[in-house]
């Protein structure tokens, strides 16, 4: 499917406070690949993924998320729209007070007309995509930090979304859960058929999954294209950030 572009960014500026946070960025990601937002810590890394999310306001042709700019988007669509988005925040953040189950329940409660019966054999399904079938009726504080995010991510993909957007999937875990949940996390798109656009900085999740990575700087696009051109190319911060990453 690559060269089919789900997502474009124009020449997209944004500023929150009068504070430039966004600054002339323009790229693109296509179907069915994984597209990876880097850039250091308060690079606008977050902030770009909310513009996409239709949270910030946005010049009409400034973004096109499955042909929509989501700022935009007539009150009628919305539902339809965001059905076919899934979002997996940094902290996971399950509501502490409901099952797993529950809580994978809730937006098809919200979002659809599937009933009692089969909600819990969607809910079900996608735990055991995870690996998380034993969960159903647990809580929350039950889990370890690794199940956590499995389960959110099950949640996020509830809906079987088109597009799914993970801010940090990974952060605070341990090596080797990070490496499980990025193996997840593509099992899941191939099985899916999902995009993926992800931030993140950990550079061993970035090479085991990125077709693309998209680098911000400052606010500014510094590079866009496979690791390895960004590697190979003159681009000092991108090469200095996957060196310090190896030591060097
Ligand atoms: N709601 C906000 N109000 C004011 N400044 C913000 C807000 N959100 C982000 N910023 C600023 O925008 C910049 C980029 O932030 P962010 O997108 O969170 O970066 P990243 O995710 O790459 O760490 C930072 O300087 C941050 O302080
Ligand atoms: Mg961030």
Same mark, same amino acid.
């Not at 089919?4 to 296509?30: G, M, P, Y």
């Not at 809580?139 to 499995?150: A, H, T, V």
């Not at 341990?174 to 899941?188: K, T």
């Not at 590697?231 to 060196?243: L, P, W």
């Given at each position: 499917?690559?060269?089919?572009?789900?997502?474009?960014?124009?020449?997209?500026?944004?500023?929150?406070?009068?504070?430039?946070?966004?600054?002339?960025?323009?790229?693109?990601?296509?179907?069915?690949?994984?597209?990876?937002?880097?850039?250091?810590?308060?690079?606008?890394?977050?902030?770009?993924?909310?513009?996409?999310?239709?949270?910030?306001?946005?010049?009409?042709?400034?973004?096109?998320?499955?042909?929509?700019?989501?700022?935009?988007?007539?009150?009628?669509?919305?539902?339809?729209?965001?059905?076919?988005?899934?979002?997996?925040?940094?902290?996971?953040?399950?509501?502490?007070?409901?099952?797993?189950?529950?809580?994978?329940?809730?937006?098809?409660?919200?979002?659809?007309?599937?009933?009692?019966?089969?909600?819990?054999?969607?809910?079900?399904?996608?735990?055991?995509?995870?690996?998380?079938?034993?969960?159903?009726?647990?809580?929350?504080?039950?889990?370890?930090?690794?199940?956590?995010?499995?389960?959110?991510?099950?949640?996020?993909?509830?809906?079987?979304?088109?597009?799914?957007?993970?801010?940090?999937?990974?952060?605070?875990?341990?090596?080797?859960?990070?490496? +499980?949940?990025?193996?997840?996390? /593509?099992?899941?798109? &191939? !099985?899916?058929?999902?995009?993926? *656009?992800?931030?993140?900085? #950990?550079?061993?999740?970035?090479?085991?999954? +990125?077709?693309?990575?998209?680098? /911000?700087?400052?606010? &500014? !696009?510094?590079?866009?294209?496979? *690791?390895?051109?960004?590697? #190979?190319?003159?681009?000092?911060?991108?090469?200095?950030?996957?060196?310090?990453?190896?030591?060097?």
């Amino acid at each position: 499917m690559a060269g089919n572009e789900i997502i474009k960014v124009d020449r997209l500026t944004a500023r929150i406070d009068n504070q430039l946070i966004l600054s002339d960025v323009s790229f693109h990601a296509s179907a069915g690949d994984v597209t990876v937002i880097l850039g250091s810590s308060g690079s606008g890394k977050t902030t770009l993924l909310k513009h996409l999310l239709g949270l910030y306001p946005s010049d009409k042709n400034a973004i096109s998320v499955l042909g929509k700019n989501p700022w935009h988007l007539p009150q009628n669509e919305e539902k339809a729209f965001y059905s076919r988005l899934g979002v997996l925040y940094q902290n996971g953040a399950l509501l502490n007070s409901l099952t797993v189950g529950e809580n994978l329940a809730l937006p098809l409660q919200q979002h659809t007309d599937i009933k009692g019966g089969l909600i819990e054999k969607a809910v079900r399904l996608k735990l055991q995509m995870v690996n998380m079938q034993e969960a159903y009726n647990k809580y929350p504080s039950q889990l370890s930090g690794g199940m956590l995010k499995r389960a959110a991510l099950a949640r996020a993909i509830i809906m079987d979304p088109q597009v799914l957007f993970c801010d940090e999937p990974g952060a605070g875990l341990d090596p080797v859960s990070l490496s +499980a949940l990025d193996e997840l996390i /593509l099992h899941l798109q &191939k !099985l899916l058929g999902m995009t993926v *656009v992800m931030v993140t900085h #950990e550079v061993p999740s970035i090479m085991r999954t +990125a077709d693309k990575i998209v680098f /911000l700087r400052n606010g &500014k !696009l510094t590079f866009e294209g496979t *690791v390895r051109e960004g590697i #190979e190319s003159g681009n000092t911060y991108v090469r200095e950030f996957f060196d310090r990453a190896k030591g060097n």
